[in-house]
């Protein structure tokens, strides 16, 4: 069934402005629809479906947005804070009409792999803890991991509140005064692989998260950049 709205509702979710502004907007530019010439904004349009076209342009119309983010430390995992820099700061103006949000937490002083997203169902679906979503981090830690800890993170370690986490995995890189580790985990407390090292004796001296489901971080983005999730990926994540 199409789904339609009002013409300037859908221009203002485009970005073009308010929709007061979109008023002025339609009379300085040339706005179509299926090619024929519109002035009123108030008339309902199927976004997905009819053809809209701003000074001969066609607009490609959404209203849900994937950002892949390489978090950068310094800046916290929010929307907005009075005083911090957030990740959603970091992102470019032109997609601040979505009201973008990160999927979970990193920590301030943590890097990498950080959705940002509006929509909020897809977000539900990786957080929820009975989904298990398995996240993999990077770290560098203080002191030398052993597969003693690998096999205490396989079996459950008690954290500093006394909960027990559940069976994740660790990849030793390399192990000397300070190792360099991968773990993954199916949940996500609140500073879960910090304390968990912090559980077997050990400091997280630098961690980055590499993965989420089964999407990667792509190697190419620097810190604190980012890019649109291909179709692709948004499939893997959908489908996990
Ligand atoms: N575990 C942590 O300790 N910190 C993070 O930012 C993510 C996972």
Redesign the pocket.
Known sequence: MAKTQRLDKVLSNMGYGTRREIKLFMKKNSVDVNGVHVKDGSVHVDPQEDVIKINGEKIHYRDVVYLMMNKPQGVISASFDPKVETVVDLVDETYRVFELFPVG???KD?EGLLILTNDGKLAHELLAPKKHVPKT?YARIEGRVTDDDGDAFQKGVTLDDGYVTQPSSLKILKSDEVSEIELTIYEGKF?????MFEAVGKK?AY?K?ISMGNLKLDPQLGLGEYRELTEGELQILVNR
């Open positions: 937490r990193l920590d943590t981090y500073h879960q692989v910090k304390r997280v961690l998260r």
